[in-house]
């Protein structure tokens, strides 16, 4: 069974800070995608990231996957109190049987002013 | 516009109560889900459509009755629900299934099971 694990858990940071969350596997995705789900609504893609070393950015947020397609790190640049909600990440496997994404429990962040 | 609408957005049920949660999405996609959300778990799949044929049925109580009469509109038939089935569930759709394929996901109808 794959799993991801996202750490840490909690994350109360003062506006302005820096951050970085991680999402990790023993297993190898074929890509991997975090959403954010701000409180009262549904959770929202970021970003897909597929290649091995691959780095994205999103204005403040900067993605990475690993080399290996086992893990991806979130780091956020100057936080600010919109950042707040739950980030979500969720690994794909194509083809096969296995069509579902993996969603880890998610990073729980709180941005105060 | 979030392209994917649930309904109601808060539920409360007895356990002897029968009740649907409704789902629409106007993304033109072909695949649809529900999941289940709860404090301290990753979000849990329940039912996957494809194509208005059902394709993933992890394991879920046979009080939760899904229906997908079109590849637009889903829904969940809950009866004689346990306390915990209390959670947040979510609808999400995708252009088709098994590809992995980012979802789209409604804002969640949140179920207190009394």
């Known amino acids: 069974t794959q799993l991801l694990e996202q750490s840490p858990q909690f994350l109360s940071i003062q506006e302005g800070e820096n951050l970085t969350v991680y999402c990790n596997s023993s297993?190898?995705?074929?890509?991997l995608q975090w959403y954010r789900q701000e409180p009262g609504e549904g959770p929202v893609l970021l970003v897909t990231?597929?290649?091995?070393?691959e780095v994205k950015k999103l204005k403040r947020l900067t993605f990475q996957f690993g080399d290996a397609r086992k893990d991806s790190s979130l780091h956020i640049t100057a936080a600010q109190p919109g950042d707040t909600g739950l980030y979500l990440c969720?690994?794909?496997?194509?083809?096969?049987?296995?069509?579902?994404?993996?969603f880890g429990k998610g990073t729980k962040l709180s941005v105060k002013p | 516009e979030t392209g994917v609408t649930q309904t109601p957005r808060h539920l409360v049920m007895g356990m002897t109560n029968k009740k649907s949660l409704k789902c629409e999405q106007h993304?033109?996609?072909?695949?649809m889900y529900w999941y289940k959300q709860s404090a301290k778990k990753p979000l849990e799949l329940m039912f996957v459509y494809n194509f208005k044929e059902q394709t993933e049925n992890n394991s879920v109580p046979s009080r939760f009755s899904p229906e997908c009469p079109n590849s637009s509109h889903l829904f969940l038939h809950l009866h004689t629900l346990q306390p915990e089935d209390s959670a947040l569930y979510l609808c999400?759709?995708?252009?088709?299934w098994g590809r992995g394929l980012p979802l789209h996901f409604g804002n969640g109808t949140r179920l207190t099971v009394t």
């Open positions: 969720a690994g794909a496997n194509y083809g096969g049987s296995q069509g579902n994404l993996i």
């Open positions: 993304l033109g996609h072909n695949a």
């Open positions: 999400a759709s995708s252009p088709s």
């Open positions: 990231v597929v290649t091995g070393g």
């Open positions: 297993s190898v995705f074929s890509s």
